[in-house]
């Protein structure tokens, strides 16, 4: 249960510091934006644990950054499909 809460609070944050450090307006809601979090968290935990800095002495400095790039790359590729969602795509 509290590693559910876990990943929620910690997928609000990351999503929410990618949010801030793109450049321009993401038309997402929050949902999204916690979600993206999250699968910017799993995801720069896996690429961490490849290039084999995941665990270290001290605060895992190199993770979080990969965590918020991702979120970041996550964000940037789906905010336009989002915006984009149910306009008609045929011609006048």
Same mark, same amino acid.
Not at 29 to 36: A, G, I
Not at 45 to 54: D, K, L, Q, T
């Given at each position: 249960?509290?590693?559910?809460?876990?990943?929620? #609070? *910690? =997928?609000?944050?990351i @999503?929410?510091?990618?949010r801030?450090l793109?450049?321009?307006?993401q038309?997402?809601? /929050?949902?999204?934006t916690?979600l993206?979090? #999250? *699968? =910017?968290?799993?995801? @720069?935990?896996?690429i961490?644990?490849?290039?084999?800095?995941?665990h270290?002495?001290? /605060?895992?400095w190199?993770?979080?950054?990969?965590?918020? =790039?991702?979120?970041?790359?996550?964000?940037?590729?789906?905010?336009?499909?989002?915006?984009?969602r149910?306009?008609?795509?045929?011609?006048?």
């Amino acid at each position: 249960m509290f590693q559910i809460l876990w990943s929620l #609070i *910690a =997928g609000l944050v990351i @999503g929410g510091l990618a949010r801030l450090l793109l450049p321009g307006k993401q038309a997402i809601p /929050v949902w999204l934006t916690v979600l993206l979090g #999250i *699968a =910017g968290a799993f995801l @720069g935990n896996g690429i961490a644990s490849w290039i084999g800095v995941r665990h270290t002495g001290g /605060v895992d400095w190199i993770r979080h950054i990969l965590q918020i =790039g991702v979120a970041m790359a996550l964000i940037a590729a789906l905010a336009p499909v989002w915006a984009n969602r149910g306009k008609s795509h045929t011609r006048a």
